[in-house]
């Protein structure tokens, strides 16, 4: 038996010292990582610009701070800190980004440290530390989206002729913001994108063009006009519109009004 491994050994050995005769460090002609550096859009540490340093003034109209009374009832007083994201939240739509003066004023408010608001308002992609577009149009890329339906990135690529601008920017007359963002929740309606507070979903080239254009005119042209603008949730694909994320030929289940206290809504959304 030991006679038969003799060659292999023997083979073995020259290799290896032939390894060892040609040693050279380890070199290598290319990054381990082939794909491109991609860094976060938004810093994780304040600059003070002249739209958003601690100098410019700001507080809650009188319709906030009932909102934010109503919220601090939801917490014992010695929590209140936990009301810290709505009441940010309340701040971003009052004031159209979450500045440092918002931020401050929240921890004010709450009486926390202001760097522990930083903290939150930092690590929430949902809060925009800097001036977005009228319409912030947020594209899902995350895996569902890439492969679901046309795929976010005909999408990504409409969205980029039609607005005439690349992840993270504005149009010049701040109607449009644009944003590639992970995964939104309605991977089964892929592709998808989420335009302020609502969900475009089963999206083609064709239709996203139809929307974004109806947005551009009701800023524009015709003055916001809600009937003009298609509606929210899934769109017409391939003639079919289907209820949120039923199947396209329809329910198949599931067919009557729920049991106890549950029911459906009238208009048919939910
Ligand atoms: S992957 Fe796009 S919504 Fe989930």
Do not use: W
């Amino acid at each position: 038996m030991a006679s038969k491994l003799v060659p292999f050994a023997r083979q073995a050995t020259r290799s290896l010292s032939r390894a060892a005769k040609q040693h050279q460090p380890l070199r290598f002609e290319r990054p381990l990582s082939t794909t491109s550096h991609r860094r976060s859009e938004a810093l994780n540490v304040h600059r003070d610009t002249p739209y958003n340093n601690p100098s410019i003034p700001f507080s809650f109209n009188e319709q906030n701070k009932k909102i934010i009374e109503e919220i601090l009832k939801r917490y014992p007083p010695q929590y209140k800190k936990a009301a810290v994201m709505p009441i940010l939240d309340l701040g971003q739509r009052q004031h159209g980004f979450t500045s440092i003066s918002v931020m401050n004023e929240v921890a004010r408010i709450l009486e926390m440290p202001p760097m522990r608001v930083y903290e939150v308002a930092t690590f929430y992609t949902m809060y925009n530390r800097d001036p977005v577009g009228k319409f912030f149009v947020q594209v899902c890329t995350t895996t569902p989206c890439v492969l679901g339906g046309c795929g976010s990135d005909k999408i990504m690529n409409t969205c980029r002729e039609f607005l005439g601008i690349d992840h993270g920017q504005m149009t010049e007359d701040g109607v449009f913001s644009l944003l590639e963002v992970e995964c939104l929740g309605a991977c089964v309606n892929a592709p998808m994108i989420q335009i302020n507070d609502d969900y475009y979903e089963d999206l083609t080239p064709e239709t996203l063009k139809q929307l974004l254009q109806a947005l551009k005119d009701s800023a524009t042209v015709t003055g916001f006009d809600k009937s003009k603008i298609p509606r929210p949730g899934p769109q017409k694909y391939e003639g079919v519109q289907r209820m949120t994320c039923e199947p396209r030929p329809g329910r198949t289940s599931l067919l009557e009004e729920p049991y106890s206290t549950q029911h459906n809504r009238t208009d048919g959304e939910l």
